[in-house]
């Protein structure tokens, strides 16, 4: 038989129970956490992240960085950076907006991955940084991000819609831009698919000119070995002159070569045509490649490959005499009003580029 003071105490232990099961019944509107499913589709998928403060929306694939569109007040022009592998491994250059060890200090407006031009209606975008000097401004042009349309998340892939304008250094705005960029990951191969649209707000011409249009720049290692010395930096961000010859401690050394759909290799691919283009290295015993593929609808098809050793990646269409000076001079113009539109797929492989594979990469894009 129960003492009195036993069923007392069993009656205020139960109601205790009751109350902690309807404390936390109560709370959980209030700090309820996610479903286990929804969790993991977050971290397994492609998320955009937008800060808007901080001028950047930051892409992750699996819980692992891949690129930031970034807008600061120091460029003159939005770009995506860094680039990084699905290893881990930057393939960008990180000078001069994060310099690293060894790197070359040539060019400071080659900052991640862009698209501009050198020469429409005369003003120089491409060229354009806080280097220029003063009394050159008025010559060059600068691109100004507008707004975010859409920065979409999702399990398979991520969609970024932005809008910026390209106004030249007399403070006119001549091209209004709309870019959709499609981030995407499938057996350790990473991907940007871009659609630039290029609406004229005047009639813009765009001059054959070596300097445009998609361009990247890659990191110390994916430079060729036959390019000569220059000026690199140091662990401190010091800029350095360095022989063609010299060793550079501690910093993987250059191994990149350059391979386009037309079987030219190294630095013959300079000023050569094709519908695609990769550049393979290797830092230690990781191998990247990163293939630019072009789209049959793209003007100037197939594009001319600005590939430079020292680091420069980029598929111009709308150069041709200063690429070949036996074609008639290409001036690819835009009347008020009219829009010209650029498709093209960029990939992060972590393996060499197997020719046969990329035509049907390509072939596959074309259809698109």
Same mark, same amino acid.
């Given at each position: 038989m129960r003492r009195p003071g036993s069923l007392l105490l069993l009656a205020a232990g139960f109601a205790l129970v009751l109350g902690t099961v309807a404390g936390a019944a109560q709370g959980a509107g209030t700090n309820k956490p996610a479903? =286990?499913? *929804?969790?993991?589709?977050? #971290?397994?998928?492609?998320?955009? $992240?937008?800060?808007? *403060?901080?001028?950047?929306?930051? &892409?992750?694939?699996?819980? #692992?960085?891949?690129?930031? @569109?970034?807008?600061?007040?120091?460029?003159? *022009?939005?770009?995506?950076?860094?680039?990084?592998?699905?290893?881990?491994?930057?393939?960008?250059?990180?000078?001069?907006?994060?310099?690293?060890?060894?790197?070359?200090?040539?060019?400071?407006?080659?900052?991640?991955?862009?698209?501009?031009?050198?020469?429409?209606?005369?003003?120089?975008?491409?060229?354009? /940084?806080?280097?220029?000097?003063?009394?050159?401004?008025? $010559?060059?042009? %600068?691109?100004?991000?507008? #707004?975010?349309? #859409? =920065? +979409? /998340?999702?399990?398979?892939?991520?969609?970024? +819609?932005?809008?910026?304008?390209? &106004?030249?250094? *007399?403070?006119? /705005?001549?091209? $209004?831009?709309?870019?959709?960029?499609? @981030? %995407?990951?499938?057996?350790g191969t990473r991907y940007i698919e871009m659609t630039i649209a290029l609406k004229a707000l005047d009639k813009v011409t765009f001059n054959d000119d070596k300097e445009g249009a998609l361009g990247i720049r890659v990191a110390r290692w994916l430079e060729s070995p036959e390019e000569k010395g220059g000026t690199f930096t140091d662990a401190n961000g010091v800029a350095t002159k360095v022989a063609a010859t010299a060793d550079l401690p501690g910093v993987a050394p250059p191994t990149g070569e350059y391979l386009t759909s037309e079987g030219v290799k190294g630095g013959k691919v300079w000023a050569t045509r094709g519908r695609w283009c990769a550049v393979t290295g290797h830092t230690g015993d990781h191998v990247d490649s990163i293939v630019i593929f072009d789209h049959p609808k793209n003007p100037g098809y197939p594009t001319y490959w600005h590939a430079r050793g020292y680091g420069l990646f980029a598929a111009n269409p709308l150069g041709r005499s200063i690429f070949d000076p036996k074609q008639e001079t290409f001036k690819f113009t835009l009347e008020k009003g009219a829009t010209a539109t650029f498709h093209y797929k960029v990939e992060f492989a972590q393996h060499a580029a197997y020719p046969a594979t990329l035509d049907k990469e390509a072939d596959a894009f074309a259809g698109k």
């Open positions: 479903p =286990a499913g *929804k969790a993991a589709a977050a #971290k397994s998928g492609v998320v955009l $992240k937008l800060d808007e *403060k901080a001028r950047r929306v930051d &892409i992750t694939i699996a819980g #692992k960085p891949f690129t930031s @569109f970034i807008w600061p007040d120091t460029l003159k *022009k939005p770009v995506l950076y860094p680039l990084v592998d699905a290893g881990g491994v930057t393939v960008s250059r990180g000078w001069p907006l994060e310099p690293r060890a060894g790197e070359r200090t040539d060019h400071p407006h080659h900052d991640g991955m862009w698209f501009n031009y050198g020469n429409a209606n005369g003003f120089d975008f491409w060229n354009n /940084s806080d280097a220029i000097k003063p009394e050159n401004r008025e $010559k060059m042009g %600068s691109l100004t991000m507008d #707004k975010i349309v #859409k =920065a +979409e /998340s999702g399990a398979k892939q991520g969609v970024l +819609e932005t809008e910026s304008t390209w &106004i030249t250094g *007399k403070g006119q /705005s001549i091209l $209004k831009q709309t870019t959709t960029y499609v @981030f %995407s990951e499938t057996n």
